[in-house]
Each structure stands twice: as C-alpha cells, then as structure tokens.
C-alpha cells in the first residue's frame, strides 16, 4: 500500500525519463478533459474563464489564500487576493442571467501541500440556475463513470483501495455516518436555530475513546470525528455522497426546508478521498453576511488572520436565482482514474517546492 506521506520524488519532474513515466496519466488527464468539456458542452453549459485575481480569496474559516497587490494608474497599491473557489465571480454570473454555468479554473491555497494537496490545482465548478438540489447527485454519477471511460479503466485506486466509477452511489447523511462509524448522535448537539452544544459532543466523544483539546471548538470537534472515523470509512467498493452536513458546516449553503439542524450540503467520496463538495447555493444576503463574519472572527482567533467580505459578491447574491453548484477537485479525478500516488504526478508541471 502507498504511504500517503512518503516524500516526493526528489528528482524534477522534467526530467526525460521521469516524465516519461508520468507522460500516461498525463495524457488520460487530456482526454478526461475534453470528455468533461463535451459533456458539459451536451448538457447546455456555457463554459465561463473567470479571473483569479479577486478582492477577496473567500471567507472559509480554514482556507489560506495567496496575497499580492494591484499597482493602480497613480502608483496607489490595493490589496488583492488569488481565488481559492471561481464561486464568487461564476455566482455573479448566474445573476446576470447565465443558467448552466461550468469552469475549469487554476485555484490558489496555501498552507496546502501533500499527497492529495498542491498549492496550485484544478477545480471543476458548476451552477444549474432553478434545479434541484439533488440533480447534482445524477451530474456526478455520469461524469466519474465518463472520466473511468476516458482514462481506459473500469475501477479507481488509491491507497490499496478500489472503485466501481459505474456503480450506484451510496447516499448517507452525515448524522447517519456519525451514528454508524462513531457511535454518536450529532443531531442532538445541533439546536434549531443553528447554535451547537460543544461539551455535549466532546462528552459523547470521551466514551469512545476520542481525544481533543480543551480549547477545540465544536466545529473542531466535529472536524476531528470526521476525518478519523468517517472519511476513511467512505467510497470504498463504489462511491459515497455523504449528504445533510450539520448547518454550522455549510456557510454557503441553504438550510433544508424538512431539517433546519442541517443544510443541502454534500460530499462525494471515492476510496477514502474527497472529490466534490456541492450546495444547494445560499441565496440571502444578509444570512451569507453574518456566516462570513462568524467565520472570519473564529479565523482571527485560530489563524490570527482576515480576509476582506466581497461586497460586490454579497451585492449579486440579493438578486442571484435560486441554484445548485458544486466544485470538483479535477486533479484529484484523474489521480483516482490513472491509480497515481501523488497529485503531483498528474500535473504536467508541478509547482517548484
């Protein structure tokens, strides 16, 4: 089984011979590509290029942007950001009136280095204007079987775990997995109005065996049960989408109109790896303000750190339709699809480290 933090090869990638040895994935990544395109292209999507350069690098508690300024006629500088998500910039264009959105764009996080990490990567980005939550789930089904057809396989690997891409996704809420993989009942710690019961979850996690600090808020609580008793749990044999996430875990998304505990937020999973994050999209204004302000106070009490509100952003949003989005980490796709080990073998030139 692969060490997913063995270290990189220490040799460049532009090597003759190392590239040859990465020239295959690098060309099942083209042809998964343009299958993508074509797809999307057959759905009715119009395909967007948003700029990276934005005012904002968005307002996720835990992502890290990449800072420069802009340079003005009189000499005056601005402070800018490189976009970790097209969201901001493709959501104003669902306001303007586009429909069915699609973006293949360069994304920027730092803080961001790994097996399934770079600095610098690839996020597929969708919108459907007025559709339903749930088609999204039927977008992701076709494009992973598309991509196992384009890349010439029938199962996905990683890690000494395998993939059916044309199997029937398994649909699990968040609260079930938490029931099933952790023994813990996180609706009962979630109240109707959004607000959390720290000490109830971190009791509930101390009978099974779960350690965290004493300063570990709930979000890094629930964080900490996520990523070592549900993800690894997650894709493996066919896909998950692990759906319903608690409401305080889902900035972007609107609550569900049958469970005000949870939003119409979700994961896709194949062999243990995250591949897509999809929403049905906030659409208030005002809500979006405040989440982002939440977030950035718990930001500067972690990270010691702001970023600015697109203002502009929350502007489009009080006339944006309603919509469903999801972004898709491409890359990733393509290292599931060619059985690589490291992201940075499917990208034909990494970032210099």
Not at 117 to 123: K, L
Not at 244 to 249: K, L
Not at 289 to 314: G, V
């Amino acid at each position: 089984m692969p060490d997913e933090n063995a270290a990189a090869p220490s040799s460049p990638w532009w090597l003759p011979d190392r590239h040859r040895d990465r020239r295959p994935a690098l060309l099942a990544r083209s042809r998964i590509m343009g299958a993508m395109r074509a797809w999307f292209a057959d759905e009715g999507f119009i395909e967007a290029d948003l700029p990276a350069l934005q005012v904002s690098p968005g307002n996720e508690t835990h992502l890290h942007g990449f800072s420069t300024a802009m340079i003005g006629n009189d000499g005056a500088a601005k402070p800018m950001y490189l976009h970790t998500s097209p969201e901001f910039a493709a959501k104003k264009l669902l306001t303007a009136g586009e429909e069915r959105l699609v973006t293949f764009s360069h994304v920027y996080r730092n803080r961001e280095r790994g097996p399934l990490h770079h600095p610098e990567f690839t996020m597929v980005e969708w919108y459907r204007a007025r559709a339903p939550y749930a088609r999204l789930f039927t977008d992701c089904a076709a494009l992973l079987a598309l991509a196992a057809r384009a890349a010439g396989t029938e199962r996905f690997a990683w890690r000494g775990s395998d993939c059916d891409p044309f199997a029937e996704i398994e649909r699990l809420s968040v609260a079930e997995a938490f029931a099933r993989f952790a023994g813990i009942d996180l609706l009962a710690t979630i109240g109707a109005d959004g607000d959390t019961d720290r000490d109830g979850l971190a009791g509930q996690m101390s009978g099974k065996g779960l350690r965290y600090g004493d300063d570990d808020s709930w979000s890094d609580l629930f964080s900490r049960v996520l990523v070592e008793k549900i993800e690894p749990r997650l894709g493996h044999g066919r896909a998950t989408l692990l759906d319903a996430y608690p409401a305080p875990e889902a900035a972007l998304a609107r609550k569900s109109e049958e469970e005000p505990r949870v939003s119409e937020r979700f994961e896709l999973y194949v062999c243990g790896v995250e591949l897509a994050n999809g929403f049905g999209e906030l659409t208030d204004a005002k809500e979006q303000r405040r989440r982002f302000e939440a977030d950035m106070a718990e930001k500067a009490r972690i990270y010691d750190e702001t970023y600015p509100i697109d203002e502009d952003f929350l502007s489009a949003l009080e006339h944006m339709p309603p919509a469903s989005g999801i972004a898709l980490g491409f890359d990733r796709l393509v290292m599931l699809a060619t059985g690589a080990r490291r992201i940075e073998d499917v990208l034909w030139a990494p970032v210099a480290g």
